[in-house]
C-alpha cells in the first residue's frame, strides 16, 4: 500500500489544458444553445466500432489517461446508447455491422450527436466504400462532426468532441 | 522421420526463412497433414486461391509450422464452384488441427470450396436470420449474449454464454463483423502499396504485418535489406511490442479493481507514444515499414533520446510489477482465473504469448529468426500455469526483454541506408513473410499478378489459433470474470475477420 501511495504522490498530476474546438471539423449544424449548455457540463459518449482496424480504438482510449483526462472535463464513456448523448463511431461500416450501428443510433435518445473519427469514418479510408464495407458512416447515420487521421490523435479526438458541443460561430482560440 | 519425405521434395520459397512449398494430389494432402501432426507440428494458416489452369477451381493452401521449417503444401481442386457432384471439395484437417475448422468455414465463405469436415456454417458472411449457435439445454441452463456492441471502447464481436447461476458452462463466440473484404482489396492494389492495408488489418500490430507482407515482396523481388533498415525494423516491432504490454497490464489492473494500475500504465504509454511520435513522426506506427526497409531514419540524437525514453520505461514497468505483485487484491483475481493448460494449448495449437503462457514455447523471433534476430535473439519466455496470472507475467517478462532489445540495437545502429530500391517482381512469383508480432506470428502468403498487380494475398493473424482456447479458459469461471480473461489474451478480432 505505501509503495502504491508513494508512487502516486510522486508522479503527482500530469493532466493537460483541453484543446480548443475547431469549427472545421462541424460537418452539420450546431445544436441548440441551451442544449448545448447543458451537454458541455456532463457528455456521455457511447463509442461504436463498426468495422475499424482498432487503431482509432487505441487512440479513444487514450482519452481516458491521466494526460488527456476526459473524465476531467465532464466528459465520459457509457456502457448503453440508452444513457448517451454523443455516438463516437470508427470504421468504414463493414456490413455485418451496419444493423448494429442503425439499432445503437435508434437507441440513443434524442438530442444526440454523432461524431466519425478516423479516415474510414470519414471516407472509407483504404479499405473504400464497396462490397464488405459501406464506407463513409455518414452513408448510414447523420454526422455532426468527423475528425480525419489514421489515427486521429487524441488531442484531435477531444477537439471533435468539443467542437460538436460549442456553440457555431465560435472561433477556435 | 516422416516429414523428412515431404520437406525434401519440396521447393524453398522467398522471403520468410527456412520455408518451402509442395504441390500435392488429395491423398497426399491428407497424408502430409497428419505426418506434421504426429511430428508435433502446427497449424500455420490455410487459405483457399483461384486457380488458374483449374477450369474455375481453386487452390487450397495450408502453411505449418514444424522443427525444420514452415512448409506450405497447395492442393488444387478443379470445377470447384460447379454444381456439385462430390459431397465435398477437398480433404479437410480440422481432426488433425482443430484451430482449422473456422478457417475451412471462412474459406468456404470467401470461394465456395467445401473441406469433407462436417461444419459448414458461414463465419465471414452474416445470415441476416442471425448466427446458428449451438443451445445447451438443461435444469436451470440460461443465455447470456453479448455483442457485437460491447460495454467498452473494443472491438465488436458476439459472445454467447450457457451459464448455471454464475458459473459458464459454455461459451461459443461468432465473429466477421468488422469483416472488410481485405482479400480483395489487396488485388485491387498495386503489390508496392500492399503493406499500407496489410498494416491496417490489426492497427495495433501494424509493424508485424507491414514487415510480414515486405519480407514476402522483398523475397520474391529478390531485393536484399540493409542491415541498417533490417535494425530499425527490430527496433519499431519490439517498440509496438511494448506499447501493447504497456496497455494490458495497466487495463488488466484494471479489470481487476486496482485502477492505479490504469492510470499509471496508460500514462506511461502516452509518454511512450509521444517519444513514437518525435523519433518516427506517429503515434503508431502504420507507416513505418515501407518495401525496401523502413520510411524514415533516426538521428544519433533522436537515438538517444528514445534510448533513455525506453530505459526509464523498463525501470517504472518494473517498480509498479511489485506493487501488483504485492497487492493481494489484484493476485487474488489473476491467479487461477482463466486457466488453458499446457496439454488443451498444444492440441489446440495455440501460438504467441497466450501460447507461451500455456508451455508452448514457440517465439518466431528465437526458432525462425530473421535478421536481425539471428544475431540478437530475445530470452525465451515461457510459464506452465496458463492462467490470467501466467499471462500477465508473460507481458512483463517480454517487456523486459524488449526493453533490452531496443536499447541494444539503438546503441548499434549499423550505418548505411535505411532503404533500399526495390523492383516489381515477375507475375506468378510466390513468397511469404514470418514475423513475431506483440500476439504472436503474424504469417503474409502473396502472389504476384501481371504488370505489379497482386493476384493474392493472404494475411494470417495468430488470433485465428488463439480464439477457441478462449472458450476452454473461461469454462467453470463466473461470468463476471470473462472481461478480465479476455484481456489477457486479448486477441484481434479485426485481424481474423479480414
Known amino acids: 500500500m505505501l509503495k502504491t501511495l508513494r508512487k502516486i504522490c510522486q508522479v503527482g498530476v500530469v493532466s493537460e489544458a483541453a484543446p480548443p474546438p475547431d469549427e472545421l471539423l462541424r460537418a452539420r449544424a450546431a445544436l441548440d444553445e441551451r442544449i448545448r449548455s447543458v451537454l458541455g457540463r456532463a457528455l456521455c459518449i457511447r463509442h461504436v466500432d463498426a468495422g475499424s482496424c482498432n487503431g482509432c480504438e487505441l487512440e479513444i482510449q487514450a482519452l481516458n489517461n491521466p494526460y488527456y483526462n476526459l473524465e476531467g472535463l465532464g466528459i465520459r464513456f457509457v456502457a448503453s446508447p440508452r444513457h448517451a448523448d454523443l455516438l463516437l463511431v470508427t470504421g468504414p461500416v463493414a456490413a455485418n455491422m451496419e444493423a448494429a450501428l442503425r439499432l445503437v443510433y435508434a437507441a440513443t435518445p434524442d438530442p444526440k450527436l454523432v461524431v466519425t473519427l478516423g479516415d474510414c469514418g470519414c471516407t472509407g479510408g483504404i479499405f473504400g466504400e464497396r462490397g464488405a464495407t459501406r464506407g463513409r458512416v455518414s452513408n448510414i447515420i447523420p454526422v455532426d462532426v468527423a475528425v480525419p487521421g489514421c489515427p486521429p490523435s487524441p488531442a484531435r479526438i477531444i477537439q471533435g468532441i468539443l467542437t460538436a458541443i460549442a456553440g457555431a460561430g465560435r472561433a477556435p482560440a | ?498
Not at chain 2, 461444419?119 to 441452463?141: K, M, N, Q, S, T
Not at chain 2, 489484484?330 to 501460438?351: E, N, Y
Request: with cysteine.
Open chain 2, 1 to 498: 522421420m516422416p516429414l523428412a519425405k515431404w520437406w525434401d521434395r519440396a521447393r524453398e520459397l522467398p522471403g520468410a526463412p527456412r520455408t518451402r512449398g509442395l504441390g500435392l494430389t488429395a491423398e497426399d494432402w491428407s497424408r502430409c497433414a497428419a505426418d506434421v501432426a504426429a511430428s508435433g507440428g502446427r497449424l500455420l494458416a490455410m487459405w483457399a486461391s483461384e486457380c488458374g489452369d483449374c477450369d474455375n477451381g481453386a487452390t487450397i493452401h495450408a502453411a505449418f509450422l514444424a522443427d525444420r521449417g514452415v512448409l506450405v503444401i497447395e492442393l488444387s481442386v478443379s470445377g470447384a464452384r460447379a454444381p456439385a457432384a462430390e459431397p465435398f471439395d477437398y480433404p479437410g484437417i480440422e481432426s488433425l488441427f482443430p484451430c482449422a475448422s473456422r478457417m475451412q468455414r471462412a474459406i468456404f465463405d470467401v470461394s465456395r470450396v467445401r473441406s469433407s469436415d462436417p461444419d459448414r456454417r458461414p463465419w465471414l458472411r452474416h445470415p441476416p436470420e442471425g448466427p446458428e449457435l449451438v443451445r445447451v439445454a438443461g435444469e436451470g441452463v440460461h443465455e447470456i449474449a453479448v455483442g457485437p456492441v460491447h460495454a467498452g471502447t473494443i472491438e465488436p464481436g458476439h459472445f454467447r454464454f450457457s451459464v448455471v447461476g454464475e458459473k459458464v458452462l459454455r461459451l461459443e463466440e461468432r465473429f466477421g463483423y468488422t469483416h472488410k473484404g481485405v482479400e480483395r482489396r489487396f488485388t485491387e492494389l498495386p503489390l508496392l502499396e500492399g503493406h499500407r492495408l496489410a498494416a491496417r488489418i490489426a492497427g495495433d500490430s501494424a509493424v508485424a504485418y507491414s514487415w510480414a507482407y515486405c519480407q514476402a515482396l522483398e523475397g520474391m523481388a529478390g531485393c536484399a535489406i540493409a542491415p541498417r533498415a533490417a535494425a530499425l525494423r527490430a527496433i519499431l516491432l519490439e517498440l509496438e511490442r511494448i506499447a501493447n504490454h504497456l496497455g494490458d497490464v495497466g487495463a488488466l489492473a484494471n479489470d481487476a479493481g486496482f485502477a492505479f494500475g490504469l492510470a499509471q500504465f496508460s500514462r506511461i504509454k502516452e509518454e511512450l507514444l509521444r517519444a513514437l511520435s518525435h523519433a518516427f513522426g506517429q503515434r503508431y506506427l502504420l507507416d513505418a515499414v515501407v518495401p525496401g526497409g523502413t520510411r524514415g531514419d533516426v538521428s544519433a540524437a533522436a537515438a538517444e533520446s528514445l534510448a533513455a525514453r525506453i530505459i526509464a520505461i523498463g525501470k517504472e514497468a518494473a517498480e509498479l510489477r511489485a506493487i501488483y505483485e504485492e497487492h493481494s487484491g489484484v493476485r487474488d483475481r489473476f491467479a487461477g482465473a482463466g486457466i488453458l493448460t499446457p496439454a488443451l494449448a498444444s492440441r489446440l495449437g495455440v501460438l504467441g504469448l497466450a501460447g507461451r503462457a500455456s508451455g508452448q514455447a514457440l517465439d518466431t523471433r528465437i526458432d525462425f529468426p530473421s535478421a536481425p534476430y539471428d544475431k540478437l535473439p530475445p530470452a525465451r519466455i515461457l510459464r506452465q500455469e496458463g492462467d490470467v496470472a501466467a499471462r500477465v507475467a508473460v507481458r512483463f517478462d517480454e517487456l523486459a526483454e524488449s526493453c533490452r532489445l531496443v536499447e541494444s540495437l539503438l546503441g548499434s545502429l549499423p550505418s548505411g541506408a535505411h532503404l533500399g530500391p526495390i523492383r516489381v517482381p515477375a507475375d506468378g512469383s510466390f513468397a511469404t513473410g514470418l514475423i513475431e508480432g506483440w500476439r504472436g506470428p503474424v504469417f503474409v502468403a502473396l502472389e504476384a499478378g501481371p504488370e505489379g498487380r497482386t493476384r493474392r494475398c493472404h494475411a494470417h493473424d495468430p488470433s485465428w489459433q488463439n480464439w477457441p482456447a478462449i472458450e476452454h479458459a473461461i469454462l467453470g469461471n463466473i461470468v463476471a470474470d470473462f472481461p478480465l480473461i479476455n484481456k489477457s489474451f486479448n486477441l484481434a478480432y479485426s485481424g481474423v475477420d479480414l
